[in-house]
Structure formats: C-alpha cells, structure tokens
C-alpha cells in the first residue's frame, strides 16, 4: 500500500498484515507477506518497502525480521509510536518460508 503521509522514509511503499487471534503462530503472516513481497518486487517492480509496528506487536516485529527486514528505528504514525523497518529488493530471499515459525 503507498503510504502518502508517511515521512519517517522516502520510501511510502508499506506492507502490513492483520490475521484473526485464533491463527496467530500458524505462520500465514509471513507465508502471505512473502508471496506479496514477491509480487511486488518482481512483477510490479518496486524497489524498497518498509513496515511498521506496535513495538508492543511482537509477532509482527517476528515477521518482519524472518522476511529480512532491517530496523528503521521509531517514529509517530498517525498518532502512535511504531517501530518501522526496511527491506529492499536485493535483500529479499524468495522461498521464506513459516516452517518453524
């Protein structure tokens, strides 16, 4: 999703998730995000997105540094302090997988 507002990065291309409680840990968090993130490096190609967090979210945090996600640092988003973090094209690994997760 392009993010106008965003100011933390240049970058205003973000990626998020919401999965229903009852499947946290299941992996289809990082199972999905990988296959959008294949999407829209190779078919679309962007060249950088970034994603933010509750620091307080740490499934997501999980996610992100599975999919390879380097820190941002903080920021103020819409009124709430996020973790945000990046990951460019050449640092994504196709084939992430949950096993494990």
Known sequence: ?????????????EIGWAIDPRRWGEGIATEAAAAAL???FERAGLEHVVSFASPANAGSL?????????????AEWKGVQVEWR?????????????QGA
Not at 62 to 74: D, E
Request: net charge neutral; proline share 5%.
């Open 1 to 13: 999703m392009r993010e106008p507002d965003w100011e933390a990065t240049a970058c205003k291309d």
């Open 38 to 40: 294949g999407d829209v």
């Open 86 to 98: 990046s990951l460019p094209a050449d640092r994504f690994v196709r084939g992430v997988s949950a």
């Open 62 to 74: 999980r996610v992100m540094a599975k999919l390879g996600f380097a820190s941002g640092g903080t």
